[in-house]
C-alpha cells in the first residue's frame, strides 16, 4: 500500500500528534500507529450511531492488525487517517488503514485492521448486526 493515493479511502479522520507519541528518537513510536487505526474505526462507527461502546451486546473485537512503515511522523505532524474496508465477512470485517501526514499524497505508514463480531456475554462469534453491516459497506472499495 505504499503507493496509495488519499483517493482511494472512503473515510479520513484527522488526528493531531502529541508530544508525548514522539520517542527518543524523534519520530510518533510505532505502538502510536494501532492506536491511530483503533480510533479511526471505531470513532466513525460511534459517528454513524452503529457502536455504543457500553450497551451494546454485539461488538467488534480485534483480531488482527499489522502496518507497514514508510516515512516518519513526528509532533506537531496531523496524521490523516484513511480507512476503507476490503472484506465484509458474515462476522468479521478486514478494514484497510493508510496513514498520511499532514498534507503528503502518499501514506508515511499502512496496514489492516480485523474486528470479528461477538456476543458480549458468551464471548462467542456473532453475524455483524444488519444496520452495522450497511454502514461498513459505505466503505467498502
Do not use: Q
Amino acid at each position: 500500500m505504499r503507493d496509495t493515493p488519499r483517493s482511494a479511502f472512503a473515510h479520513f479522520l484527522a488526528l493531531p500528534t502529541r508530544w508525548m507519541d514522539n520517542d527518543s528518537y524523534g519520530h510518533v513510536n510505532n505502538v502510536n500507529y494501532y492506536s491511530f487505526f483503533d480510533t479511526a474505526v471505531n470513532r466513525f462507527l460511534i459517528d454513524r450511531g452503529v457502536l455504543d461502546i457500553h450497551k451494546d451486546e454485539i461488538v467488534g473485537f480485534v483480531v488482527e492488525t499489522s502496518c507497514s512503515y514508510f516515512s516518519s511522523i513526528s509532533f506537531p505532524d496531523t496524521v490523516h487517517v484513511g480507512v476503507r474496508v476490503a472484506k465484509l465477512g458474515n462476522s468479521s470485517v478486514r478494514y484497510e488503514i493508510g496513514l498520511y501526514r499532514n498534507d503528503e499524497p502518499l501514506p508515511s505508514a499502512a496496514g489492516h485492521f480485523v474486528h470479528v463480531y461477538v456476543d458480549r456475554r458468551s464471548n462467542t462469534s456473532a453475524p455483524i448486526p444488519a444496520a452495522v453491516r450497511e454502514v461498513l459497506a459505505t466503505l467498502a472499495g
